[in-house]
């Protein structure tokens, strides 16, 4: 699909109607809309942003305001209307917002040669579990263990507004899945992509987005922009797209049993970074379903930049897609963050967490699943962050919940499930005790019940206030850490939950208002 000023108009124009009822949200994405149609050069991209900067003011977002009226000025906004931009400049000016720089730091020193993990984490293997992570020291609960970057993430292509539901491409960063408030920017060539930052645009161009812009459309259609897809992308793009390293690199390392604790990370500049990430990824256990290649060979057949190197190769790139489907399917996660509501203001765009996409993460698909897991996983800014919450003994073995764990499903169901998803029979606490559900759990300490129910209480109130939320986590830190001898009990339970609720809210709340 095209550039077109004539659709550029007809959106921004339906983004005006929504500012005018402040609707804020809709506007917003009709103009995201409007700036991805927008032809290059043309005042059409001056006009969106600028209409942009006007929500961002109403909704008090004042340095999403003020970089949108400079979008709009050095795209050559007509001088004529300068001036509602220069007043409304200055107003944003007396009124900046203080931005939260991200909550979540790692609680213990740094692996030295992977930084995004504590150095307390170690790889073990056993006959039981295969691979997996233990701790060499004892972990509290809150203790963030890891913040994992994905190599790559690919989003959920249908909408999560409920009120515009085709607009999901014009919410989110293609690269990172960052929302970024809806303060994104086009690619320069097609219409569905947008970005959060110059660095993330200039990311994707460089890695994989040359190639998938010009069977974008094509890619939409699907339902999906395919991971597998998007990884062959990244890798022959890290090969300097030359098709014979990339092969020689891929063969050489067909059998590997390596991890991301045999490659080093320690700086982002080193050369290798994406390259040991990527061997890290192609090395993980593969599923052995066989995935239909059908789709794949339609596009790149007559793909207008790798055709030829397709053809040339086909049995190798075929294999090599095959090989990460099926290490997708049982590695790969989901990714995470606040819903879009309809109801137009900042606060009910960070209350409820759904799935925005899913990622490769080579460190994650290392920790094993439990129905009762002792961290939690959390997104922010495009990072997965591991908090504990359960405390964890030295020697232990840090336990994930792939699916839904023991509050929420039976034994049976919850076994079934992971069988016929991941092809294993869960044999973890909750399962070898079958612990109850939530609905029949029993209170053992009506005295920790009552601050449960307070703490639930206090939850509805708090809303964007980092120092209130803080507060209140460190409360749930000290009674889960305390009391944990009474594990699973209800009011336990339900502080676990308003735990991990609470740090749900530290990861949305950027905005000091």
């Known amino acids: 699909m095209e550039k077109s000023n004539e659709k550029s108009i007809i959106f921004r124009q339906e983004g005006n109607e929504f500012y005018k009822k402040r609707e804020f949200l809709s506007a917003l994405l009709k103009y995201n809309q409007s700036l991805c149609y927008a032809e290059k050069n043309s005042e059409n991209l001056a006009h969106a942003y600028a209409n942009r900067s006007a929500v961002y003011f109403e909704m008090k977002l004042y340095e999403k305001c003020l970089s949108n009226i400079n979008y709009a000025i050095s795209n050559n906004y007509p001088q004529e209307n300068l001036e ?43 006959t039981k579990y295969g691979k997996h992570v233990i701790t060499n020291k004892n972990l509290s609960v809150g203790d963030v263990i890891a913040i994992e970057k994905p190599f790559c993430c690919v989003p959920i292509i249908e909408s999560r507004f409920v009120k515009i539901p085709e607009l999901n491409n014009y919410q989110r960063c293609n690269n990172c899945l960052r929302d970024n408030q809806l303060d994104l920017t086009p690619c320069s060539f097609c219409c569905q992509v947008m970005f959060c930052s110059t660095d993330c645009q200039n990311h994707a161009m460089r890695f994989y987005h040359k190639y998938e812009c010009p069977i974008i459309s094509e890619l939409l259609k699907s339902g999906s922009i395919n991971m597998a897809l998007r990884i062959f992308f990244i890798g ?31 700086s982002v500049e080193n050369e290798d970074y ?3 990430y990527f061997l890290s990824l192609i090395c993980l256990s593969r599923s052995t379903k066989k995935f239909s290649l059908t789709p794949y060979e339609n596009i790149l057949s007559t793909h207008p930049l790798l055709q030829a190197v397709f053809n040339e190769n086909r049995e190798f790139i075929l294999d090599f897609i095959q090989r990460q489907c099926q290490i997708s399917d049982h590695n790969f996660h989901g990714i995470f963050s606040s819903s879009l509501s309809a109801s137009d203001t900042l606060s009910d765009m960070r209350n409820l967490q759904m799935s925005i996409g899913s990622g490769s993460l080579p460190f994650a698909s290392l920790i094993n699943h439990s129905c009762s897991p002792n961290v939690m996983r959390i997104c922010e800014d495009g990072k997965v962050v591991f908090i504990v919450c359960r405390p964890i003994q030295k020697g232990s073995q840090i336990f994930d919940c792939y699916k839904d764990n023991f509050l929420m499903e039976s034994k049976e169901s919850r076994q079934l499930k992971l069988f016929n998803e991941f092809a294993f029979k869960c044999e973890c606490e909750a399962c070898e005790k079958n612990w109850p559900t939530f609905k029949a759990l029993t209170m053992k300490d009506a005295k920790l019940m009552k601050i449960a129910k307070k703490l639930n209480e206090e939850m509805q109130i708090i809303i964007n206030n980092r120092n209130q939320t803080s507060k ?42």
Do not use: G, W
């Open 84 to 126: 509602i931009l220069n007043k409304r400049s200055e107003k944003c000016k007396d009124q900046v917002n203080k931005i939260y720089e991200n909550y979540f730091k790692l609680s213990h020193q740094a692996n030295k040669r992977i930084p995004f993990i504590a150095s307390s984490l170690q790889l073990n293997h056993d």
């Open 236 to 266: 022959l793009s890290i090969f300097d797209n030359d098709i014979e390293k990339f092969k020689k690199c891929v063969n050489e390392n067909r059998n590997a049993s390596k991890t991301i604790f045999d490659y080093n990370f320690s």
């Open 274 to 276: 994406l390259k040991n």
């Open 472 to 513: 209140k986590v460190q409360i749930c830190k000290e009674i889960l850490q305390k009391n944990f001898e009474n594990y699973p009990s209800m009011e336990l339970c339900i502080i676990q939950k308003i735990f991990a609720a609470l740090c749900l809210k530290l990861a949305e709340c950027k905005v000091l208002f």
